[in-house]
């Protein structure tokens, strides 16, 4: 297995909400017996001009389809490049997947709610279970691509859904805090969500140059760099969440050509 260093990414902006930098890369305790394993990755910009964006989507399916027991995947906005008739395109090549497959919205996904619900199958908000864990995909966009605050209501709503389970993981694209360049100041959402004892981790997309963690509250927060567009990290990437039957959870960012690890937590 390979490791490198942890690299710093961020751009970090003073603010009494943040606690802690970037935590540096360190021994990840594996689970010994993996109950639940689900891989996100983020900012495919399907179609974007002037990007190789077929060959880093096949690049993503072959290097999800050679990961063993993965229960599903998470693709955390910015699916598509603007042009709202890219959906079904991108829809199809998502279902080239052996596994399930789960979407947020980002900004650059130009859709409208109902085209979005009806393509995608499944609405922008949304949320299911996987082996006693709570899964809660937030939208943070709109047709105009502005950046927003995720919908607390339904967050809360599913938050309390799923108060008794063991874990529970969100997703929402864009950074819902000024922890990094491109992220928007939502301290509301950032309390609620640590508000829950079983929220385990929340995972971001948006920002193609972090690829690390942050934390707040005792919280971690997440990236996963992206695996196409025109910008960002020079290496695609996707990241691998596994949950042990020991209550064990471990988070670790690969390269999608080679397997690399490039950096794992603890969560």
């Not at 949304?126 to 967050?155: H, M, R, T, V």
Request: one cysteine or more; aromatic letters at 12%.
């Amino acid at each position: 297995m390979h490791r490198r260093p942890f690299l710093q990414k961020l751009s970090l902006i003073g603010s009494s909400l943040m606690t802690l930098p970037f935590i540096t890369y360190g021994k990840m305790d594996f689970p010994k017996a993996t109950k639940l394993k689900f891989i996100t990755a983020s900012d495919g910009h399907w179609g974007q001009p002037n990007t190789d964006f077929e060959t880093s989507h096949r690049n993503l399916i072959e290097a999800i389809h050679r990961e063993k027991d993965v229960d599903f995947v998470v693709f955390n906005g910015d699916l598509i490049h603007d042009e709202p008739t890219l959906l079904p395109e991108v829809k199809m090549v998502y279902s080239q997947l052996q596994i399930p497959h789960y979407v947020t919205r980002g900004n650059h996904d130009r859709v409208s709610l109902t085209d979005f619900e009806r393509i995608m199958g499944q609405a922008t908000n949304f949320s299911f279970q996987a082996k006693d864990s709570g899964i809660i995909l937030l939208d943070c966009s709109n047709e105009k691509g502005e950046y927003l605050c995720a919908n607390l209501d339904f967050a809360k709503s599913k938050l309390e859904e799923y108060a008794s389970l063991s874990n529970v993981f969100v997703f929402v694209h864009i950074s819902q805090n000024e922890w990094t360049r491109h992220g928007v100041p939502c301290t509301d959402f950032l309390n609620l969500v640590t508000s829950y004892p079983n929220v385990r981790a929340t995972f971001h997309g948006h920002d193609h140059d972090v690829d690390g963690q942050m934390i707040y509250r005792k919280k971690p927060f997440l990236w996963s760099g992206h695996f196409g567009g025109n910008w960002g990290n020079p290496f695609p990437s996707y990241r691998v969440c596994e949950v042990g039957e020991d209550g064990k959870a471990i988070t670790y960012l690969k390269t999608v050509q080679e397997g690399m690890i490039l950096n794992g937590h603890n969560l």
